[in-house]
């Protein structure tokens, strides 16, 4: 039997997805409020999320109002406490849409779709809000949308 990624497309009830709820819920982060945000290529395949790679956790919709779903994040940041800065990913179509980076495919996508990765948002991810690391993104694609971000947010 295959499991599906997002855990409310089953009929049985279960227990909360990391990262919706508590303090290590992922929450939307305001990018010109963070402090200096540095931004490191370093990813690790220890089962924590890292810099440079491609983690799933809740991420809460923009309306903000408690829903949300399970998606894939890059993570492009580690603050001093701990948590995380990352950019949510869409198999949605984005063309021509300087919002969002394109990223192409990988195995974070089990479909193979190409995705996107939205620069006009950013999440604070807290370890223990990570449900499962997918894969590091290649350098170059890492580049590409940390440009993008330090261009926008001025960051390093």
């Not at 963070?34 to 999320?49: E, F, H, M």
């Not at 195995?107 to 995705?115: I, K, L, T, V």
Request: net charge neutral.
């Amino acid at each position: 039997m295959t499991t599906s990624p997002n855990a409310s497309d089953s009929a049985e009830p279960s227990a909360p997805l990391p990262g919706s709820h508590g303090p290590g819920a992922t929450v939307e982060a305001h990018p010109r409020s963070v402090g200096t945000v540095r931004t490191t290529y370093a990813p690790d395949p220890d089962g924590d999320p890292d810099p440079g790679e491609i983690v799933w956790t809740w991420v809460p919709y923009e309306e903000n109002d408690g829903r949300g779903k399970d998606r894939p994040v890059l993570v492009v940041a580690r603050e001093p406490g701990g948590t995380l800065l990352a950019v949510q990913l869409s198999s949605k179509r984005h063309n021509n849409d300087r919002e969002w980076v394109p990223l192409g495919t990988g195995p974070w996508d089990r479909a193979g779709r190409d995705s996107w990765v939205a620069v006009d948002r950013i999440l604070r991810v807290h370890p223990a809000g990570m449900r499962r690391e997918a894969c590091a993104l290649d350098r170059g694609r890492f580049n590409l949308v940390v440009n993008r971000l330090r261009e926008r947010y001025g960051w390093r």
